[in-house]
């Protein structure tokens, strides 16, 4: 059934705000000036747009975005649940869209604003707790960070994985933010006494491990084949989509599976790459969910970069740092150092590396990965710039 | 006066009977009433045999350390006020893949933070304790 889908459809336009802290737009104004740019990048009126897909955890109804833009009649909305782990699912969900004809234009997005109240629903806990977030809360694991600490800790154990592993992958981040004038850290360095003196949030995790806090808005459209041979930019082709929801799993606290360090990663990769024509040799370029630091060894072993517990190791020596590196990783900086929206802006950034128009652009692009969050339910893409 | 603390709720059904068991002193675990799997966190199926048929077994209420974690702030201010503290989540001896997320102490009465970071260790055997926090008593953990 992939040959429904495979190769049928492209992203055709991206849009982006600033990034920043306490911008002064609602998250509504956000979402319709991403998506503004995105269809104007795509050279392709509002009025066209007939798909709309977007996270759970949105704000924007499709509603106010569809007659704030002015797009047209929609004839298929969608959301996909579990925050960061949404976003490729997003674009996927809209890319199926697309190719099963139940539309032609599809935009997707995400706005946010991390000062909004609904962003941080860990800070906004306060009644007695009767999902499963009693069996954390109440014992001090309460932030994402938090969550994800203590699996951190056992892979450590378990794999021999190091904070200068963790070190290598908040400076390869940094210094490619360094490269991308739009990143919020775009201007400032970070050295690895940086990151060894910094303060620490949840140990064995310090402030560099995290995501930075951001607002702002990014938008995608995706479109047809046909209708993408007239836009102008190189589109970048949909080869293959993925969700990942494991048996057994618990997100972020998956402390309960077997294997709990076998996490969503596997599962996406398993459906990614057998519905692809290439494998993890094939390619160029990643972009993988950071939320945080340790996410990046897990999702290398789980999309098949390494060897489990090679995680760690795989960072060394530059492997990671674009544009040269073995397998160059988040390049224009990631959540850690560009903008933290969900990991909408991974999505945009392999875009930018198949069009060839990256700020740390990696040579002759032709197979572009973009991950979705690691530790929750979660999707994956593969982009490439040639269509068989 | 309430602590601040983050509380289960101990009225919602498909728990009620683990918060009933820490409220008497027991580490309760739920099982299958039909083919006896025990299952963590609770829920409403078996996810071996799809049973509804629910049973709650006492365990030893002994296990190892299966991770730690040191919080600090930024935190809510009842967590602030004891950070930097330990949570820790405990695989029980006689079944390592049950496993219950909480807080290493020196005794029920204990504070949260009361034990130096540095001496917990993954695989340290513990066992279960229960501390009242308003109206919950929660699992928490001494060294064995």
Wanted: hydrophobic content about 40%; aromatic content about 8%.
């Amino acid at each position: 059934m992939a040959e429904v889908i495979k190769d049928k459809t492209a992203v055709v336009g991206i849009g982006q705000t600033a990034f920043g802290k306490g911008l002064p737009d609602t998250e509504l104004s956000l979402a319709c000036q991403a998506i503004a740019l995105a269809l104007d990048d795509a050279g392709i009126a509002p009025s066209e747009v007939d798909g709309l897909a977007s996270y759970t955890m949105e704000q924007n109804r499709e509603v106010d975005v569809a007659r704030s833009v002015g797009l047209g009649d929609i004839t298929f909305f969608t959301q996909v649940g579990f925050g960061g782990g949404a976003g490729c699912g997003v674009v996927g969900q809209a890319a199926m869209a697309v190719a099963t004809g139940q539309c032609e234009v599809a935009v997707a997005w995400r706005a946010r604003k991390r000062a909004a109240a609904a962003s941080r629903p860990w800070a906004q806990a306060r009644a007695r707790i009767a999902d499963n977030w009693q069996w954390s809360r109440p014992f001090g694991i309460i932030r994402p960070v938090d969550e994800i600490a203590m699996l951190t800790r056992r892979y450590m154990y378990e794999f021999g994985a190091t904070r200068d592993h963790l070190a290598n992958v908040a400076l390869a981040f940094r210094k490619h933010a360094n490269m991308n004038p739009a990143a919020t850290m775009g201007h400032r360095e970070m050295t690895r006494d940086d990151y060894m003196d910094a303060r620490w949030i949840s140990e064995p995790l310090c402030l560099f491990d995290n995501c930075l806090e951001t607002d702002g808005a990014l938008a995608v459209v995706v479109t047809s084949a046909a209708r993408a041979a007239d836009t102008p930019h190189p589109p970048a082709w949909i080869h293959a989509f993925a969700q990942g929801l494991p048996a057994q799993h618990q997100t972020m606290t998956n402390y309960f599976t077997d294997d709990p360090l076998r996490g969503p990663a596997w599962t996406a990769a398993q459906r990614l790459w057998a519905n692809a024509d290439v494998g993890p040799d094939g390619v160029d370029v990643a972009q993988l969910y950071d939320a945080f630091s340790p996410l990046i060894p897990l999702s290398l072993e789980g999309y098949g970069f390494c060897a489990r517990g090679d995680g760690g190791p795989f960072t060394d020596a530059g492997a990671i740092e674009g544009p040269d590196g073995r397998l160059p990783v988040n390049t224009s900086g990631g959540g850690m150092s560009e903008a933290y929206v969900h990991g909408f802006n991974l999505i945009l950034e392999a875009v930018r590396q198949v069009r060839g128009t990256s700020t740390c652009q990696v040579p002759d692009v032709d197979v572009s990965l973009v991950t979705s969050g690691e530790g929750v339910p979660t999707s994956a893409l593969i982009f490439t710039k040639d269509r068989p | 006066m309430e602590s601040g603390w983050l509380l289960p709720d101990v009225n919602e059904p498909t728990a009620a009977e683990f918060w009933a068991g820490t409220a008497r002193g027991e580490l309760l675990v739920q099982a299958c009433g039909r083919c006896g799997q025990w299952r963590m966190p609770p829920r409403p199926m078996c996810p071996y045999c799809q049973s509804v048929d629910v049973r709650w077994d006492r365990t030893s209420g002994r296990g190892r350390i299966w991770s730690f974690i040191v919080p600090h702030p930024p935190l809510l201010p009842a967590f602030a006020a004891v950070a930097p503290y330990n949570s820790i989540v405990v695989e029980l001896d006689e079944a390592p893949t049950i496993r219950y997320p909480g807080n290493l102490v020196t005794s029920a009465d204990g504070e949260i933070n009361e034990i130096d970071p540095a001496t917990i260790e993954i695989g340290q055997p513990v066992h279960a304790v229960f501390a009242r926090v308003d109206d919950v008593f929660l699992p928490r953990w001494v060294r064995a």
